[in-house]
């Protein structure tokens, strides 16, 4: 029956990250823990591995389709990818498992989680924004940072929460890179997003898999759900109001996040 529970859990978050691009680590990380009594060091590890499958997918249309802005991926993994490797020493050094690390990582990962759900009701209020246009001749400064050290700085703090929480390179990536990239337009900034978003659960989770924190047949199930979920939450995209969804959902992780600060 449990087996049946992970799959189920696994379409839900799937539908809902095709239905409103929400990073599926904002939901997947708190059903384990709050649902399944998942440790949060299980919940996290099994759920970087979950979100670097199931964005790779996504990554490989979007490549084809020439939407991904490399150098701001490049830039921000230069600073993410060291963070997550750093967070995962830190981890080793500390045992994952004690009652000390559980507790800097749910506490964590509620803060992360009241950003995400603030993120995500911002997008709601502001609804869907049409596309900038880049002038011929001006897509390499669209693809310029501010300052050149900004991507590095927020990759690296995005790296350390996605590693301690699995939440991170969702609706908070997207803002970051807003903020770092005026001149980008959206759909460019969410390709970016989520391309720069599998290096980085990807290290991330074999890291926690080395530290023995990845369930894999719990993984298994999980996307044995999920990819299908991602399928039909796609296609209802646009028979759906998302801002009551996307309004609905930030008030869920905003309770969630408090919840897990309270523990």
């Known amino acids: 029956m449990q087996d ?21 680590g904002s939901l997947m990380t708190p059903i384990l823990i709050f649902f399944f009594g998942t440790k949060p060091h299980l919940a996290v590890g099994t759920d970087l591995l979950f979100a670097a499958f199931t964005k790779m997918s996504g990554t490989v249309k979007l490549a084809r389709s020439r939407h991904i802005d490399w150098p701001v991926v490049l830039n921000l993994s230069a600073g993410s990818i ?27 990962l509620g803060f992360a989680l009241l950003l995400t759900a603030a993120a995500t009701l911002y997008k709601a209020i502001r609804g869907k924004v049409g596309p900038k246009t880049i002038a011929a001749g001006n897509e390499a400064a669209a693809a310029r ?13 995005i790296g350390t929460l996605v590693t301690l929480t ?3 390179a969702g609706a908070i990536g997207v803002t970051v890179l807003m903020l770092l990239y005026p001149m980008l337009p959206l759909p460019r900034i969410v390709a970016a997003d989520i ?23 719990m993984l298994a199930k999980l996307l044995a759900g999920s990819l299908p979920g991602i399928w039909v939450g796609s296609h209802l ?20 996040g408090l919840k897990l600060i309270a523990l």
């Open 166 to 168: 699995s939440v991170g």
């Open 145 to 157: 940072p501010r300052h050149w050290s900004l991507p590095l700085l927020f990759g690296a703090l």
């Open 195 to 217: 391309a720069y978003a599998v290096p980085l659960t990807l290290v991330a989770g074999m890291g926690h898999a080395s530290l023995g924190s990845v369930d894999w047949p």
């Open 4 to 24: 049946l529970a992970f799959v189920l859990a696994g379409f839900f978050v799937g539908s809902i990250v095709g239905l409103t691009g929400v990073g599926g």
């Open 82 to 108: 060291p963070a997550a490797l750093t967070t995962l020493y830190v981890l080793k050094q500390m045992d994952s498992t004690s009652n000390t690390v559980q507790h800097i990582m749910t506490t964590t």
């Open 237 to 256: 995209m646009f028979k759906t109001p998302e801002r009551v969804i996307r309004s609905l959902l930030s008030l869920l992780l905003a309770y969630a």
